[in-house]
């Protein structure tokens, strides 16, 4: 989700995150939140459905950060291997054909997605950096039920490669008004100042909310 600073971005991932617990058992759904914006989302520690919410402003930040990555990775391949035994395309398929070893969806959230480009973007002494190893876990973590939201403030923070990834985008309201059409397409106008309202891309068409 795309939106300048002050126009629901946060809200947008605390809603989001409700909803999900309001309409999924724990055993169902996992959530991470990466709380990187204003740190209004700490209330959602408290659903039983979010294994950590975690902000820059503690103690071994960038160390929890890193060992989520990796545990999501190393859940990613184990459930490559499961899939593959099942001969399952993806979760949905395999948790439908075998519903007593249903595997949990995962979602991390991760609000202000340029702090955490700014804080682990760079690549040291040849080393792989976080950033790298992100992009290579949301390319290829959603067959295996992990899913990753991300908010960012404006079109140019996002790279080309991580752009690509995400094919489903929103967008509230920006600075620059031509940014609109290309994270939705069409002919779209500028949105008014109301905070919450945007646009999506449903079916090829871009739709205001």
Do not use: C
Not at 113 to 140: C, Y
């Amino acid at each position: 989700m795309f939106g300048a600073s002050g126009w629901g971005k946060t809200t947008f991932i605390r809603t989001l995150a409700v909803s999900l617990a309001a309409t999924h058992s724990p055993n169902h759904l996992h959530m991470y939140i990466l709380d990187l914006g204003g740190r209004n989302l700490s209330a959602l520690d408290a659903l039983p459905h979010v294994g950590a919410v975690i902000n820059p402003d503690e103690e071994g930040y960038k160390e929890r950060v890193e060992q989520l990555l990796r545990e999501l990775d190393d859940l990613v391949d184990g459930r490559k291997t499961i899939l593959a035994d099942a001969g399952a395309p993806d979760l949905y398929k395999y948790n439908t054909e075998h519903p007593e070893q249903a595997l949990p969806a995962v979602l991390v959230a991760i609000d202000n997605f340029l702090e955490f480009k700014e804080t682990f973007g760079e690549t040291t002494d040849n080393v792989e950096s976080v950033m790298d190893k992100f992009v290579d876990l949301a390319r290829q973590a959603k067959p295996y039920g992990v899913h990753f939201v991300i908010t960012i403030n404006q079109l140019n923070s996002l790279s080309m490669q991580l752009y690509n990834v995400f094919t489903e985008r929103l967008t509230l309201k920006l600075g620059d008004a031509t940014d609109y059409r290309a994270i939705v397409g069409g002919f779209v106008t500028d949105l008014p100042d109301i905070p919450g309202r945007g646009y999506v891309k449903i079916a090829l068409e871009p739709l205001s909310f």
